[in-house]
């Protein structure tokens, strides 16, 4: 099982833009999907896109065409570019790992604000 670290949140302004990251260790990375959810306050958590172990991404309609998840599996690395951030996508970013045989983890969150 995987273990996941996120970083790369912070403040931006409306328009701007953002990379997180999230680093795996602990297990072959690259048989993982991976994926990135987000949670603002009083809200469910919510999938904004995922990755498989072959490359084949999709995303949540709220962020088409703005986000772009990708892997390097030579780094155990996921990323989410967020560009054209809108006060809406503030939230906790969450980054998860499942396995083909279905257990999974979820790395501890980052904070994501988009204010003027």
């Known amino acids: 099982q995987v273990q996941l670290v996120e970083s790369g949140g912070g403040l931006v302004q409306p328009g701007g833009s953002l990379r997180l990251s999230c680093t795996a260790s602990?297990?072959?990375?690259?048989?993982?999907?991976m994926g990135w959810y987000r949670q603002a306050p009083g809200k469910q958590r919510e999938v904004v896109a995922g990755i498989s172990g072959g490359g084949s991404t999709n995303y949540a309609d709220s962020v088409k065409g703005r986000f772009t998840i990708s892997r390097d599996n030579a780094k155990n690395t996921v990323y989410l570019q967020m560009n054209s951030l809108k006060p809406e996508d503030t939230a906790v970013y969450y980054c998860s790992a499942k396995h083909p045989a279905g257990f999974g983890s979820w790395g501890q969150g980052t904070q994501v604000t988009v204010s003027s």
């Open positions: 602990g297990s072959i990375f690259s048989i993982y999907a």
